[in-house]
């Protein structure tokens, strides 16, 4: 598999329009109280870029109507200013807190930037989103639910798609991994899991735009099976990005137990009341018990949201951060690198970005042997009910 270094959606905050993008703090990527979020999938057809984006009202007191979009383009991360876009914003869907809409244009030489500026007419405040235009994006298909396009990059097992920018005169290849990705190891551990080269359990071709998967696993599409471009997607079953299982609530208990304690958990089968003695035994409280397992898993849950790729988010790199030591203070993106910093914690995590047709986004972590202090005193933390 050709690996490819690739831009990714990068979504900024803005404090003054004539500011580089490398110079935004963007903690609030992860906050989950983030006044507006914005999800956008990004498809290559050719040499157009399309970028289908949909943009959520997360507070109650306001609503779509309540901010006004503007778009620019730069020509890189550095740039203080822009120059006019020279596409045009289809809005899709407009409803209370949501609107939906695309942007295409077409790819060129060298990297570009498309800048959305967010403006709150009541606040005054103002989100900026910058999207990555580049000629070797590995992303040619997408999966439209209910006519529009999905915009996380997992889905259902049992539910129903279609797969947009399908061509019936050229079938789609299908190749489905059934195998289970590895957990990301503590940020300590030099040793991370080699996943560079998947074997397909299946292989199969559509020759219809319909998808329906009822297995889970991680299925990529491509028009070319030499090419490094397609369509990655994990399908989970549901309540993902939640868990009601017993082995779906085990699995994600590896950062925070002990090799004994997880080896009860793997003896555990889907005996309620046995699971429930492990984490009692973890925390040795009944009311921490329960605020451990519901701060935890919530975090899980987020984790899921934000990091899926070709493995489930709590997996990766930074949703184990993320699940750890919960949302960085401050965050810095350059075109190689994501920064998070902890104020509570004084410590600094280096992620680089790397991607594939299986992930195009993904983000591997620098570890330093440094992280054993703050990561078992944080665990301790975890175990004791108080995170």
């Keep these: 598999m050709n690996r490819l270094f690739i831009l990714i959606v990068l979504i900024l905050p803005a404090v003054a329009s004539a500011q580089a993008i490398s110079?935004?703090?963007?903690?609030?990527?992860?906050?989950?109280?983030?006044?507006?979020?914005?999800?956008?999938?990004?498809?290559?057809?050719?040499?157009?870029?399309?970028?289908?984006?949909?943009?959520?009202?997360?507070r109650k007191e306001y609503k779509t109507e309540d901010y006004t979009f503007t778009w620019e383009r730069r020509s890189s991360l550095n740039a203080r200013s822009g120059e006019p876009f020279r596409g045009i914003d289809s809005v899709l869907i407009t409803a209370e807190k949501t609107r939906f809409g695309v942007i295409r244009e077409l790819t060129e030489e060298k990297p570009w930037f498309a800048v959305l500026q967010i403006k709150n007419i009541v606040t005054q405040g103002v989100f900026s989103y910058f999207i990555a235009?580049?000629?070797?994006?590995?992303?040619?298909?997408?999966?439209?639910?209910?006519?529009?396009p999905v915009m996380r990059e997992y889905v259902q097992s049992g539910s129903n798609y279609k797969i947009g920018n399908f061509n019936s005169e050229k079938p789609l290849f299908g190749f489905y991994y059934k195998r289970s990705f590895q957990p990301a190891p503590p940020p300590f551990t030099r040793n991370a899991p080699d996943e560079k080269v998947l074997k397909a359990d299946s292989v199969f071709v559509l020759k219809r735009s319909d998808f329906n998967p009822k297995s889970p696993g991680l299925y990529l599409f491509q028009e070319d099976t030499l090419s490094a471009s397609g369509l990655a997607i994990l399908v989970a079953r549901p309540p993902y990005p939640k868990y009601n299982t017993i082995a779906g609530l085990s699995g994600p208990l590896i950062y925070v137990t002990t090799v004994e304690e997880q080896r009860d958990l793997k003896s555990v089968n889907n005996d309620k009341a046995r699971f429930d003695k492990v984490i009692l035994g973890i925390t040795k409280d009944a009311e921490r018990a329960k605020t451990f397992m519901r701060n935890y898993y919530k975090g899980i849950e987020l984790a899921n949201r934000n990091f899926t790729g070709y493995k489930e988010g709590w997996k990766t790199d930074m949703g184990m951060v993320f699940t750890v030591f919960g949302a960085p203070s401050e965050v810095s993106r350059t075109t190689a690198n994501e920064v998070w910093y902890y104020d509570g914690i004084k410590t600094k995590f280096i992620f680089h970005r790397s991607g594939s047709v299986f992930a195009p986004y993904n983000w591997f972590l620098q570890r330093e042997n440094n992280f054993s202090q703050s990561w078992f005193s944080t665990i301790d933390l975890w175990r004791k009910g108080r995170k």
């Design 23 to 58: 110079g935004f703090n963007l903690n609030y990527l992860y906050d989950p109280d983030a006044e507006i979020g914005l999800q956008a999938k990004t498809v290559r057809t050719g040499n157009i870029i399309s970028v289908y984006y949909q943009m959520d009202v997360l």
């Design 133 to 148: 235009f580049e000629s070797n994006w590995p992303v040619t298909h997408y999966l439209i639910q209910n006519g529009m």
